[in-house]
């Protein structure tokens, strides 16, 4: 049995210098022992949580830690209805844990159908198993598109490329040869070979650097960020606030300790904006449940909303524009070469390759092998280089070297075969040049004078759903751009054929300065001849214009640029490594998915902007509040109970609908400037003309009434202003109307009327409106009020643009 020994140094792991590998793998008993002692390659899922941490995120929040305790104070000192604050905090806990867990099953499911499945050798048998199941010292294989999973010493290799830039910032693929290291996270471009594990689980090079980097927000969510901004504002607001207004509720006492300690709560719950990071939460996971029912997995939260930001689209056409299989359509000989032997020859290259592309799959369907050839030599096929090739022994006894690859890059500028080839490019055809190499297949210029033999033309299907998803974009105002390796003139007629017009350009006659390459790359739509990293400088060059870039593909050659886009997006069938940097991956390769990700993250976007909204001018209105009560000396106008119904009624019901409606607006950036704009003169608004009713209630009511019978009249008629003023917030927010949203704000609106309309709803919030002249001037009041908000909102819209 063939042995290979891979040198005697220590391993970190062994104390023993590694043994000989054997070229069969190990065996079951083998697997079992270091399954046994632990040596598996543990690692975390990507982007999961655990349940544990699911409910300490949701549970053990700083707001929940402030309402809990005043939650407690209340229920010593008040009646249950001026505690249901913390029954509703509870309910919105449970929720957020619930939507969450959802979601984490609905990712760790597709997880499950995408992930990578390494092929090892156990027991003389190549099998493919998942990336945690490898042990210490299995003989893993690795060829184009293969990510490593775990560090390892190659102990094969056949023109093994690996590129570790992603690891190491190497600009350059580095070969691989016999004993050299292989770092995890690191992947093949061409060749093939294996490599025996040498460091698993948490040890590997890649695992490490995971450890150390944010597994749950990768991606910048500008929506995450504003919220906790805002909520940072918040806090700076309601910690003086609040102690101003418990030393000055203390101080007046007309009404008893306790219910001085329950208005000190009412006017510091409200301040709290307890439901937007449940909400941001929820609608977050909501996403992730609706796009897993479409097969499309979401490995970043936030890159939900990311998508919907994205102004520009780089496809790569095999994959996306076009179904990865191919046809041979066409040989055509050269100078009068024999087609037979061309014949011969092709399929002699089809069985050198033992994991053939897709243009290679067609030939060898086309071109059955030739028994009687022997390769000797092989050259994998990469797209830097752009071609492939082999050295056979021939049946006769002859020996001859064939390169298969691009025209242009086999032959010479004006040689005849280029314009024969240009001519079936512009017909979409895709074309590759057989030809006789007068070279060492391992000689850097290997295709300098090469004999041009024929050409290979192949006919490439296009996806039926590319034209309509490109027109969504274009509808959308997302520019597209076709990004390929092939050639310019047979990608634009591709292009053209769903519709996408524009400017077509040979990628290696861009200028090498990001400047000039970023106005051209901004100014072109479709670009041939693209290699890996001239792909990533693309990417970096329209980021450098401020463009926010989605990168989708499925090969090996997209991986750099998928990794440096904002947004990478996967196709399932793609390579191991595509779809380990992605952050989207759609695991049916449906191209025409990409719309729906796109909405739901503008579902997102739009619809927390308008929760957020509501949410903060309830803060904004509490504060004030606060504030002009410390400043007047006078009784909180509010028990918990009073803004429990209030809170419930304008922001938390309808809050709850909206941010999972239905929503197509254009994500936009700015969020905290677009919520604070509306917020502040909202809530300014809000607070101020309750305390004005409030005032007039207590100067009207004073001299008919006394003690907490004054104070509950009062109460009321501020309540009713309050919830008016907030209504008309509520249906400000809810634009433009759709059915569904009429009815919400109706409801809401009809339920108020129900808690005035009942007695024993009356009795349990303390509200009974007194007399007619208080109840009507609080509508009054709101009625100005009202007027006041659609004058302020239009003139902050057109003052302060988004």
Same mark, same amino acid.
């Given at each position: 049995?063939?042995?290979?020994?891979?040198?005697?140094?220590?391993?970190?792991?062994?104390?023993?210098?590694?043994p000989a590998v054997r070229a069969d793998g190990l065996s079951g008993a083998e697997v079992a022992a270091r399954v046994a002692r632990g040596l598996v390659n543990d690692v975390p899922v990507r982007g999961s949580r655990s349940p544990a941490e699911i409910v300490r995120a949701n549970v053990f929040t700083r707001f929940n830690a402030i309402?809990?305790?005043?939650?407690?104070?209340?229920?010593?000192?008040?009646?249950?209805?001026?505690?249901?604050?913390?029954?509703?905090?509870?309910?919105?806990?449970?929720?957020?844990?619930?939507?969450?867990?959802?979601?984490?099953?609905?990712?760790?499911?597709?997880?499950?159908?995408?992930?990578?499945?390494?092929?090892?050798?156990?027991?003389?048998?190549?099998?493919?198993?998942?990336?945690?199941?490898?042990?210490?010292?299995?003989?893993?294989?690795?060829?184009?598109?293969?990510?490593? +999973?775990?560090?390892?010493?190659?102990?094969?290799?056949?023109?093994?490329?690996?590129?570790?830039?992603?690891l190491t910032g190497e600009a350059d693929p580095v070969v691989k040869r016999r004993g050299d290291q292989i770092l995890s996270g690191s992947f093949a471009v061409a060749g093939g070979g294996a490599y025996r594990a040498a460091k698993v689980g948490r040890e590997a090079y890649a695992a490490q650097l995971a450890e150390e980097a944010s597994?749950?927000?990768?991606?910048?969510?500008?929506?995450?960020?504003?919220?906790?901004?805002?909520?940072?504002?918040?806090?700076?607001?309601?910690?003086?606030?609040?102690?101003?207004?418990?030393?000055?509720?203390?101080?007046?006492?007309?009404?008893?300790?306790?219910?001085?300690?329950?208005?000190?709560?009412?006017?510091?719950?409200?301040?709290?904006?307890?439901?937007?990071?449940?909400?941001?939460?929820?609608?977050?996971?909501?996403?992730?449940?609706?796009?897993?029912?479409?097969?499309?997995?979401?490995?970043?939260?936030?890159?939900?909303?990311?998508?919907?930001?994205?102004?520009? #689209?780089?496809?790569?056409?095999?994959?996306?524009?076009?179904?990865?299989?191919?046809?041979?359509?066409?040989?055509?000989?050269?100078?009068?070469?024999?087609?037979?032997?061309?014949?011969? #020859?092709?399929?002699?290259?089809?069985?050198?390759?033992?994991?053939?592309?897709?243009?290679?799959?067609?030939?060898?369907?086309?071109?059955?092998?030739?028994?009687?050839?022997?390769?000797?030599?092989?050259?994998?096929?990469?797209?830097?280089?752009?071609?492939?090739?082999?050295?056979?022994?021939?049946?006769?006894?002859?020996?001859?070297?064939?390169?298969?690859?691009?025209?242009?890059?086999?032959?010479?500028?004006?040689?005849?075969?280029?314009?024969?080839?240009?001519?079936?490019?512009?017909?979409?055809?895709?074309?590759?040049?057989?030809?006789?190499?007068?070279?060492?297949?391992?000689?850097?210029?290997?295709?300098?004078?090469?004999?041009?033999?024929?050409?290979?033309?192949?006919?490439?299907?296009?996806?039926?759903?590319?034209?309509?998803?490109?027109?969504?974009?274009?509808?959308?105002?997302?520019?597209?751009? #076709?990004?390929?390796?092939?050639?310019?003139?047979?990608?634009?007629?591709?292009?053209?054929?769903?519709?996408?017009?524009?400017?077509?350009?040979?990628?290696?006659?861009?200028?090498?300065?990001?400047?000039?390459?970023?106005?051209?790359?901004?100014?072109? !739509?479709?670009?041939?001849?693209?290699?890996?990293?001239?792909?990533?400088?693309?990417?970096?060059?329209?980021?450098?214009?401020?463009?926010? =870039?989605?990168?989708?593909?499925?090969?090996?050659?997209?991986?750099? +640029?998928?990794?440096?886009?904002?947004?990478?997006?996967?196709?399932?069938?793609?390579?191991?490594?595509?779809?380990?940097?992605?952050?989207?991956?759609?695991?049916?390769?449906?191209?025409?998915?990409?719309?729906?990700?796109?909405?739901?993250?503008?579902?997102?976007?739009?619809?927390?902007?308008?929760?957020?909204?509501?949410?903060?001018?309830? !803060?904004?209105?509490? =504060?004030?509040?606060?504030?002009?009560?410390?400043?007047?000396?006078?009784?909180?106008?509010?028990?918990?109970?009073?803004?429990?119904?209030l809170s419930t009624l304008t922001i938390g019901v309808p809050a709850f609908f909206l941010a999972l409606a239905p929503n197509t607006e254009r994500a936009r950036p700015h969020f905290v400037r677009r919520v604070m704009r509306y917020a502040v003169p909202g809530g300014a608004v809000a607070g101020a003309a309750t305390f004005l009713t409030?005032?007039?209630?207590?100067?009207?009511?004073?001299?008919?009434?006394?003690?907490?019978?004054?104070?509950?009249?009062?109460?009321?008629?501020?309540?009713?202003?309050?919830?008016?003023?907030?209504?008309?917030?509520?249906?400000?927010?809810?634009?433009?109307?759709?059915?569904?949203?009429?009815?919400?704000?109706? +409801?809401?609106?009809?339920?108020?009327?129900?808690?005035?309309?009942?007695?024993?709803?009356?009795?349990?919030?303390?509200?009974?409106?007194?007399?007619?002249?208080?109840?009507?001037?609080?509508?009054?009041?709101?009625?100005?009020?009202?007027?006041?908000?659609?004058?302020?909102?239009?003139?902050?819209?057109?003052?302060?643009?988004?």
């Amino acid at each position: 049995m063939t042995r290979f020994q891979v040198g005697a140094e220590l391993d970190p792991v062994h104390p023993v210098p590694l043994p000989a590998v054997r070229a069969d793998g190990l065996s079951g008993a083998e697997v079992a022992a270091r399954v046994a002692r632990g040596l598996v390659n543990d690692v975390p899922v990507r982007g999961s949580r655990s349940p544990a941490e699911i409910v300490r995120a949701n549970v053990f929040t700083r707001f929940n830690a402030i309402i809990g305790v005043l939650w407690l104070v209340m229920l010593c000192v008040a009646p249950i209805q001026d505690s249901l604050f913390g029954f509703v905090i509870i309910a919105n806990t449970g929720i957020g844990i619930v939507q969450e867990w959802r979601a984490k099953q609905i990712l760790d499911s597709l997880a499950i159908v995408g992930e990578a499945r390494p092929t090892v050798r156990r027991d003389g048998a190549a099998v493919e198993i998942a990336a945690r199941e490898i042990v210490l010292d299995d003989l893993i294989e690795i060829g184009p598109g293969d990510k490593a +999973a775990v560090d390892g010493v190659c102990v094969e290799a056949d023109g093994l490329e690996i590129d570790e830039s992603l690891l190491t910032g190497e600009a350059d693929p580095v070969v691989k040869r016999r004993g050299d290291q292989i770092l995890s996270g690191s992947f093949a471009v061409a060749g093939g070979g294996a490599y025996r594990a040498a460091k698993v689980g948490r040890e590997a090079y890649a695992a490490q650097l995971a450890e150390e980097a944010s597994r749950f927000t990768l991606v910048h969510s500008e929506l995450r960020t504003g919220v906790s901004t805002i909520l940072k504002y918040v806090t700076w607001m309601m910690v003086p606030t609040a102690l101003g207004l418990v030393v000055s509720q203390l101080a007046v006492r007309s009404t008893g300790l306790k219910d001085s300690l329950a208005r000190t709560v009412g006017g510091i719950v409200p301040m709290v904006p307890e439901g937007l990071v449940l909400l941001t939460s929820v609608a977050f996971a909501v996403g992730v449940i609706r796009l897993g029912r479409k097969q499309c997995l979401v490995q970043e939260l936030p890159a939900i909303e990311g998508l919907a930001r994205v102004d520009t #689209v780089c496809l790569d056409k095999t994959g996306t524009l076009t179904e990865g299989g191919m046809d041979v359509a066409e040989l055509r000989p050269l100078d009068g070469f024999d087609p037979a032997y061309a014949r011969r #020859v092709l399929g002699a290259l089809g069985e050198s390759d033992p994991r053939p592309n897709a243009s290679l799959m067609a030939i060898i369907d086309a071109c059955p092998d030739s028994e009687e050839w022997r390769c000797v030599e092989s050259l994998p096929f990469s797209s830097a280089r752009q071609y492939s090739g082999a050295s056979f022994s021939e049946g006769d006894g002859e020996s001859s070297t064939w390169l298969l690859g691009a025209p242009e890059v086999l032959l010479p500028d004006g040689a005849p075969a280029l314009a024969e080839a240009g001519r079936l490019n512009e017909r979409g055809l895709r074309v590759l040049l057989l030809a006789r190499a007068g070279r060492d297949l391992d000689d850097p210029e290997a295709a300098r004078s090469a004999t041009p033999a024929a050409l290979v033309v192949l006919e490439q299907r296009l996806r039926p759903d590319a034209a309509d998803t490109l027109r969504y974009f274009a509808d959308q105002g997302v520019r597209a751009k #076709v990004v390929s390796g092939d050639n310019a003139v047979s990608v634009g007629a591709v292009a053209a054929g769903v519709g996408l017009t524009g400017a077509v350009v040979d990628a290696r006659r861009l200028p090498d300065g990001q400047r000039e390459m970023a106005r051209e790359v901004d100014e072109g !739509t479709v670009f041939g001849r693209v290699t890996p990293r001239r792909k990533r400088d693309m990417v970096g060059a329209l980021r450098s214009r401020g463009r926010t =870039v989605a990168m989708t593909g499925d090969g090996v050659n997209d991986v750099l +640029a998928l990794k440096d886009a904002d947004i990478g997006v996967a196709m399932g069938s793609g390579s191991e490594a595509a779809r380990a940097v992605a952050q989207i991956v759609l695991l049916d390769d449906g191209f025409a998915a990409l719309p729906a990700v796109v909405a739901e993250g503008r579902r997102v976007i739009g619809n927390i902007t308008r929760v957020a909204t509501l949410f903060l001018v309830k !803060t904004v209105y509490s =504060v004030l509040l606060a504030v002009l009560v410390v400043c007047s000396g006078v009784e909180y106008p509010f028990l918990p109970r009073h803004l429990t119904l209030l809170s419930t009624l304008t922001i938390g019901v309808p809050a709850f609908f909206l941010a999972l409606a239905p929503n197509t607006e254009r994500a936009r950036p700015h969020f905290v400037r677009r919520v604070m704009r509306y917020a502040v003169p909202g809530g300014a608004v809000a607070g101020a003309a309750t305390f004005l009713t409030y005032l007039a209630a207590r100067g009207h009511y004073s001299g008919h009434y006394s003690g907490p019978d004054a104070l509950a009249a009062e109460t009321s008629a501020a309540t009713l202003t309050l919830f008016l003023v907030s209504m008309w917030v509520l249906a400000i927010v809810a634009r433009p109307y759709t059915w569904p949203r009429l009815a919400l704000v109706a +409801a809401m609106g009809l339920a108020f009327v129900v808690v005035l309309a009942v007695p024993a709803l009356q009795r349990f919030f303390a509200l009974k409106l007194v007399g007619t002249a208080v109840p009507w001037l609080a509508v009054g009041v709101a009625a100005v009020a009202a007027a006041a908000l659609e004058f302020l909102w239009t003139w902050v819209g057109r003052r302060f643009p988004a």
